[in-house]
């Protein structure tokens, strides 16, 4: 019997199953090409904003005279009293709180500062900077815990520290050091 020059059946069979293999692949590399384009572009977006929490973070720390921190929160104290409209500092009195608390079921990085207003009380902002935060790790601090019954008049800073600000799932979000 004369043999034709067509294919098989056979090898059809086994050119269909070899291309279905390739797409297969092809389209699992071609999800994970567009997840890593997709993380890249949310970090794109977020790192101008963690540039500003970053400077806000180094400004206050640079005009604090005093510092207590936990694992949620961290104390300034000094002459951190701002213009709320072009962001300048006043000279003036205020205390700076950066607290992980939660709003709407996420914890979120809320600062508040609280400035006395002369004889007429205290004024105070809160603002919240950055949602999904975990956790602050602050080293060369003051601790509360740390404090002796009896405060110094002139509370001082470190002359070295770091502020780290971890994200829920453990990642360093921002970090800030201080020399002075």
């Given at each position: 019997?004369?043999?034709?020059?067509?294919?098989?059946?056979?090898e059809l069979l086994v050119a269909t199953v070899l291309s279905a293999v390739l797409m297969v692949l092809l389209g699992g590399v071609l999800r994970s090409v567009a997840q890593q384009r997709r993380w890249a572009a949310r970090q794109y977006q977020r790192a101008p904003s963690i540039g500003i929490l970053r400077d806000q973070l180094q400004r206050d720390l640079e005009n604090a005279t005093s510092v207590a921190a936990t694992s949620h929160a961290v104390r300034l104290s000094g002459l951190l009293a701002e213009d709320p409209i072009r962001g300048r500092f006043l000279q003036r009195p205020a205390e700076v709180v950066y607290q992980v608390e939660p709003v709407a079921g996420t914890p979120c990085l809320v600062r508040t500062v609280v400035e006395t207003t002369g004889g007429r009380g205290r004024r105070?902002?809160?603002?919240?900077?950055?949602?999904?935060?975990?956790?602050?790790?602050?080293?060369?601090?003051?601790?509360?815990e740390e404090s002796s019954g009896k405060e110094s008049a002139v509370p001082t800073m470190p002359q070295s520290a770091e502020l780290v600000i971890y994200d829920t799932g453990g990642r360093v979000l921002c970090r800030v050091n201080v020399v002075r």
């Open positions: 019997m004369k043999r034709s020059s067509g294919l098989t059946l056979i105070v902002r809160r603002t919240l900077l950055w949602a999904g935060v975990g956790r602050i790790s602050a080293r060369g601090f003051r601790r509360p």
